[in-house]
């Protein structure tokens, strides 16, 4: 299913509905239903009013609670996936300027185009989740060599991932990092990794055609029958009743479709920008604060 296609679309859509497997069933309770209709023509008891408005509203509310939980799990997911990647990014940043020794002037400079590369990572992981090109926002974090190098992998997020972990390796071989920091950095650099998982996870696993095209056949069977319930009780005031209900279903819906893919760029969405500029905030920070202890 495609974010584009309309409401109608898919809600009239028969490819990837259950409606080629439902429909034998539905005429089977519809042939029930008209043995019903004959009971009553022979004038035995079989009308039950309270059900006609009870059991589609308990129905359509447990349809719409399930659509809405499920995509709010989804959201929250994508929320607590980001928000590791905050605490991890900030604890390696910390470990590399604080554990790794400098023997030579250029190790510094190595050190601080590392601890660059975190801020980058997430970057680069909002642009893949988006399908966005690289930007000058990440170019900002990285070398002209490494950036033109990413612009032509299929994935930069783990292209920066093995650079940040063959850095750490490199600095266990000259000595200038043990190796129980080695494994703890190289810890944390999996945590980052795992965010990459479970993101890509959540954006390519969306829910169910099947499912998104049922919920809404059936809200627009129940707001196009509103009308014929209310109008000998309400009148003219029919219109805006149906109305009302019918914004608050449709709002209900809207809200899922809103969540279920929490990494793009509408208001409800992960501020995923914002994220991303605390953490070059917090990297500038730490940079400034060890750049004093080594000049003191």
């Known amino acids: 299913m495609k974010k584009k296609d309309g409401w109608f679309y898919i809600a009239l859509s028969w490819r990837g509905s259950v409606v080629p497997e439902v429909l034998p069933r539905s005429i089977l309770c519809g042939l029930f239903g008209g043995i019903v209709y004959i009971m009553h023509l022979y004038q035995i008891q079989v009308s039950l ?52 020794s400098e023997n030579e002037p250029c190790d510094r400079k190595n050190k601080i185009a590392a601890v660059k590369l975190l801020p980058a990572f997430a970057i680069a992981l909002k642009l ?24 032509s992998m299929n994935h930069p997020p783990l292209e920066i991932g093995f650079w940040i ?16 920091q080695l494994v703890d950095m190289i810890q944390l650099l999996n945590q980052m990794v795992d965010v990459v998982g479970i993101c890509e ?20 069977i129940y707001c196009l029958s509103l009308p014929f319930q209310m109008v000998d009780q309400l009148e003219w005031m029919t219109a805006p009743i149906v109305a009302l209900i019918s914004f608050t279903l449709l709002g ?37 604060v060890s750049i004093d202890q080594y000049e003191s």
């Open 49 to 100: 009013p309270i059900l006609g408005s009870l059991i589609p509203n308990i129905v359509l509310g447990l349809l719409l609670v399930f659509r809405t939980n499920t995509a709010y799990e989804r959201f929250w997911e994508g929320r607590k996936a980001w928000g590791s990647l905050v605490n991890t990014v900030r604890n390696l940043s910390r470990q590399i300027l604080v554990a790794i």
């Open 128 to 151: 893949h989740l988006r399908s966005q090109p690289l930007n000058a926002e990440l170019e900002a974090n990285l070398s002209p060599e490494k950036f033109a190098r990413l612009r």
């Open 165 to 180: 972990s063959n850095y750490l390796q490199k600095q266990y071989r000259q000595e200038k990092l043990s190796h129980y």
């Open 201 to 220: 996870r959540i954006l390519k696993t969306p829910i169910p055609l099947a499912y998104s095209i049922h919920l809404k056949q059936l809200l627009l």
């Open 252 to 288: 209900i819906e809207e809200i899922g479709i809103q969540i279920e893919d929490p990494f793009g760029h509408d208001p409800n969405d992960l501020p995923l920008d914002n994220i991303c500029n605390a953490m070059l905030r917090n990297i500038e920070d730490l940079i400034i």
